[in-house]
T-cell receptor
Framework: QQPVQSPQAVILREGEDAVINCSSSKALYSVHWYRQKHGEAPVFLMILLKGGEQKGHEKISASFNEKKQQSSLYLTASQLSYSGTYFCGTETGTYKYIFGTGTRLKVLA | GAVVSQHPSWVICKSGTSVKIECRSLDFQATTMFWYRQFPKQSLMLMATSNEGSKATYEQGVEKDKFLINHASLTLSTLTVTSAHPEDSSFYIC??????????FGPGTRLTVT
């Protein structure tokens, strides 16, 4: 089953924060986060493997809950370059890689 | 490092013809390559998983006779769309990895079938 992301879309002004959620109906082996610009391939942001893990990457960080069924991506002090579609990618243990439904983010000046 | 290339980046073909898309890992050996299809404003949908030297594993609903995948070496996988039709028009993306810890995506191939 494809993980569900929320919100579907969000518009921010520069400097504002956003949270994107990725929820699965069953436990995941890992969760990856990607950002995709229009017409381009996804760019890897980070991977979380352990329940309860939190990881940061400059002003973008993510968490993976203890049950490993939900992950959140945190964007702080957003920049124009953050605009794009964010996908979580998950692996369910059968060497199957599934992407979430996607969240479109637009940052305005 | 970890660069994946795709060729061509954009192709237009007539209905009924076949198109081959190449995916290469340029600076590493990829034991597994994945092929995805993405329609406008939608998520990436896994089509098949390709392991070097063995038959590809196709996802449910993906016709293996229509989407031929060959993974002849650790650096090259090809996807051939046979007898393409307008509904096959899409953005095709490959990724390569040595496990599922991280995947490296190619730049994608935009296919338009007229």
């Amino acid at each position: 089953q494809q993980p569900v992301q929320s919100p579907q879309a969000v518009i921010l002004r520069e400097g504002e924060d956003a949270v994107i959620n990725c929820s699965s109906s069953k436990a995941l082996y890992s969760v990856h986060w990607y950002r995709q610009k229009h017409g381009e391939a996804p760019v890897f942001l980070m991977i979380l493997l352990k329940g309860g893990e939190q990881k940061g990457h400059e002003k973008i960080s993510a968490s993976f809950n203890e049950k490993k069924q939900q992950s959140s991506l945190y964007l702080t002090a957003s920049q124009l370059s953050y605009s794009g579609t964010y996908f979580c990618g998950t692996e369910t243990g059968t060497y199957k890689y599934i992407f979430g439904t996607g969240t479109r983010l637009k940052v305005l000046a | 490092g970890a660069v994946v290339s795709q060729h061509p980046s954009w192709v237009i073909c007539k209905s009924g013809t076949s198109v081959k898309i190449e995916c290469r890992s340029l600076d590493f050996q990829a034991t597994t390559m994945f092929w995805y299809r993405q329609f406008p404003k939608q998520s990436l949908m896994l089509m098949a998983t390709s392991n070097e030297g063995s038959k590809a594993t196709y996802e449910q609903g993906v016709e293996k006779d229509k989407f031929l995948i060959n993974h002849a070496s650790l650096t090259l996988s090809t996807l051939t769309v046979t007898s393409a039709h307008p509904e096959d028009s899409s953005f095709y993306i490959c990724s390569a990895g040595q496990g599922t810890l991280e995947q490296y995506f190619g730049p994608g191939t935009r296919l338009t079938v007229t």
